[in-house]
């Protein structure tokens, strides 16, 4: 159960950054806009009232779409963006949202070094080139 609230807890950790990332750079905000906040909200809410619950799926790779089609198309604009700078400012965050597994009981049991973090960039970079480019 602790896993699953870290994962729940680093997906919206994931979400808040990526549109921290994009309002910053779109909105010219230091801090997030009005706009940018309410969909971090919604987000978060539409994250905690998942169907799956302790099962759930990254929302890329989900069956059931939780968010209003407006809103889902805001936030895979929001991710296209941000996805590929993750790497470069966020890298342990971007690596974990892969879904890059290299341990479960590792992943389950220790958070990631800075070693850790630059050994699976570079795997990282390999998958990311291969989904999206």
Request: proline share 4%.
């Amino acid at each position: 159960m602790l896993y699953i609230d870290k994962r729940i807890k680093r997906e919206k950790k994931t979400v808040y950054v990526m549109i921290k990332m994009y309002c910053r750079h779109f909105h010219r905000e230091k801090e997030m806009c009005i706009n940018c906040l309410d969909l971090y909200k919604y987000a978060e809410a539409r994250i905690d009232k998942c169907p799956f619950g302790q099962t759930k799926p990254v929302c890329n790779a989900c069956t059931v779409h939780c968010f209003k089609k407006d809103i889902r198309d805001e936030i895979k604009r929001i991710m296209r963006f941000s996805g590929p700078k993750m790497i470069l400012y966020h890298p342990c965050l971007a690596v974990k949202r892969s879904g890059v597994q290299i341990s479960p009981l590792r992943l389950e049991n220790q958070s990631f070094t800075a070693l850790d973090c630059k050994a699976l960039l570079f795997l990282y970079t390999q998958i990311y080139t291969q989904l999206y480019l």
